[in-house]
């Protein structure tokens, strides 16, 4: 696959985990937004649900991860890419780096809480990370939700 055919597939389905961030977004929960795709097709979608569920890690990601261990039938997402609007924060990091994630694109950094500046160590070996794929609807979405809080 061409760089350019990558990109082209990375905003599709960026796109999708940003449609999961509004949905977040219009529920009152932090607007990030992920989904799991395996072998070209989405397998999980999420939001973040920490207000919804009050759970300190019901996370977009960690809620991916686990809708996407169960569609597969394992633990383990080798053949797997996670789309987020958002850097995962060290916790999410450290449980895709459990899955075993083979690709992980996000969209905007998180420069207070991102694995990158507390944790850069722990994804897994293997996983491959691209970022910054459609960083500034990633980011203005956030920028809107919490203006408006504030």
């Known amino acids: 696959m061409s760089t350019e055919e990558q990109e082209k597939k990375d905003e599709f389905f960026m796109s999708r985990a940003l449609q999961e961030a ?25 939001h973040n649900m920490t207000e919804t569920l009050h759970d300190v890690t019901a996370h977009a990601e960690m809620q991916a991860i686990t809708m996407a261990a169960n569609s ?5 997402l080798t053949d797997c890419t996670l789309y987020v609007t958002v850097e995962p924060c060290p916790m999410c990091a450290g449980a895709l780096g459990w899955s075993q994630m083979a690709r992980v694109v996000y ?14 160590l722990v994804l897994h070996p ?8 459609l960083a500034d609807d990633c980011r203005d979405l956030m920028l809107r939700f919490f203006k408006e809080r504030r």
Not at 72 to 76: E, H, S, V
Not at 126 to 133: F, L, M, N, Q, Y
């Open 72 to 76: 597969l039938g394992g633990k383990y």
């Open 107 to 120: 969209g905007a950094p998180d420069i207070k809480r991102g694995y990158r500046t507390f944790a850069p």
């Open 22 to 46: 509004e949905a977040a977004y219009e529920e009152g929960e932090i607007p990030i937004g992920a989904v799991v795709v395996c072998r070209g097709r989405i397998i999980a979608r999420a």
């Open 126 to 133: 293997k996983t491959k990370v691209t970022a910054g794929v």
